[in-house]
């Protein structure tokens, strides 16, 4: 039976707590249930568990969201606010301290020589999520020809949104409808329309796009992009990554290929989600102001599609042919990390050395190793071997 709901700052402290602790991307998710299910008896195994159905279905984070969603099944839309800053500020701190301390020692031998072997581990990190989305995701020829082809439209830079366009379209064509049972109904999603609410946000992102293009045009240029990045990432916050690799250095040519993949390492490094590279790459652009801008809009559009998408969840969730969009979505996600493992893969100075990490980093992925150890590892091996 579900306890009463918590007050907004136990909500706040306890999702801080658990974002200060939390590491492994997606596998986050399991921690917050421990916390809401188990733990505290918030919400019920099945309650919880159409809320992560839910937030899988909507680009952004899903441990974010997840985050979000709870929070806002128990005390509102002031809830889903509590939990969700409260699960992202841990991230956003250590994050920025990264990135200044990057700033200034980036240059050293010992960093140098981190940087370069954890490419080799990034890589390795790459092709495991691609292997993962991909069992996951393809489930038969149609799956991997969606990914395929979303694969060749991503290497010849054809725009991430269109892709995904084609991936909806080609999954609509080509896929089957889903049977019934595949189908998630699940229970009646308990939660208000907050009409009221919903129109206030887009009211004050509208306001906030507007001040930043009047103060500065490169700040409203790297919230515009972050927003969008966090509406096409389908698949979980692993997904905007790439997405951003391709606008920052390959669109933008913002940062160079070296220091993205520096900054996604430390993403790696820190607990929350991976997205949180976003951080790094504002105060890389524009300082401590860009790195809050910056994190303010990789997130933002996901918490309003959790706080505007949930009533209706059920309704999305029991249509045969949303699935089959959305089916096609992930595959094109596919084939878009298995396009970025490949680039990234030509940024690394391949040697024995290097390819003993990215091997056995890549073991230890396979084998459930949680991420942090492999890359802590791989930062002690870097900086012991490599010289």
């Known amino acids: 039976m579900a306890q009463r709901p918590p007050s907004l700052p136990r909500l706040f402290f306890e999702f801080l707590r658990l974002?200060?602790?939390?590491?492994?991307?997606?596998?986050?998710?399991?921690?917050?249930r421990k916390l809401a299910v188990e733990r505290r008896g918030w919400l019920t195994a099945?309650?919880?568990?159409?809320?992560?159905?839910?937030?899988?279905?909507?680009?952004?984070?899903?441990?974010?969201?997840?985050?979000?969603?709870?929070?806002?099944?128990?005390?509102?839309?002031?809830?889903?606010?509590?939990?969700?800053?409260?699960?992202?500020l841990p991230a956003f701190a250590l994050m920025l301290f990264f990135a200044m301390i990057y700033a200034q020692t980036g240059t050293l031998p010992a960093v140098v020589a981190a940087f370069s072997g954890l490419q080799a581990v990034i890589v390795a990190v790459v092709v495991n999520a691609a292997l993962s989305f991909g069992k996951t995701s393809l489930k038969n020829w149609r799956h991997g020809l969606i990914a395929a082809a979303a694969a060749l439209m991503f290497w010849v830079n054809i725009h991430p949104l269109l892709v995904i366009l084609a991936a909806a379209g080609l999954g609509w064509l080509l896929l089957p409808l889903p049977d019934a049972a595949e189908l998630r109904k699940g229970q009646s999603v308990a939660t208000p329309l907050y009409k009221k609410t919903l129109v206030i946000m887009l009211i004050a992102v509208a306001l906030g796009f507007a001040g930043l293009f009047y103060f500065s045009k490169d700040l409203f240029n790297l919230a515009w992009l972050m927003f969008r990045v966090d509406l096409m990432a389908f698949g979980g916050g692993f997904a905007s990554v790439p997405i951003m690799y391709h606008e920052v250095v390959e669109i933008n040519q913002w940062l160079n290929s070296q220091t993205f993949m520096n900054g996604m390492i430390l993403g790696q490094a820190t607990p929350?989600?991976?997205?949180?590279?976003?951080?790094?790459?504002?105060?890389?652009?524009q300082g401590a102001l860009g790195a809050l801008v910056a994190s303010i809009y990789i997130f933002f559009p996901s918490f309003l599609l959790v706080i505007g998408l949930s009533p209706f969840f059920n309704r999305f969730s029991a249509s045969p042919v949303f699935a089959k969009i959305i089916r096609g979505v992930l595959c094109s996600f596919v084939g878009l990390l298995v396009s970025v493992a490949i680039r990234f893969g030509f940024q690394v100075q391949w040697d024995l050395l290097h390819i003993l990490l990215a091997l056995g980093a890549l073991a230890a992925l396979l084998r459930k190793v949680d991420i942090l150890w492999v890359v802590l590892l791989g930062t002690v091996l870097s900086i012991a071997l490599i010289r």
Do not use: H, K, N, W
């Open 19 to 32: 974002g200060t602790t939390a590491f492994g991307g997606p596998s986050m998710v399991a921690y917050i």
């Open 46 to 88: 099945a309650e919880f568990g159409d809320g992560v159905a839910f937030c899988q279905m909507v680009p952004g984070a899903t441990a974010m969201q997840t985050a979000a969603y709870v929070g806002l099944r128990l005390r509102g839309v002031a809830g889903a606010a509590a939990s969700f800053m409260g699960f992202g």
């Open 272 to 285: 929350g989600p991976v997205v949180i590279t976003a951080t790094f790459i504002g105060y890389m652009l």
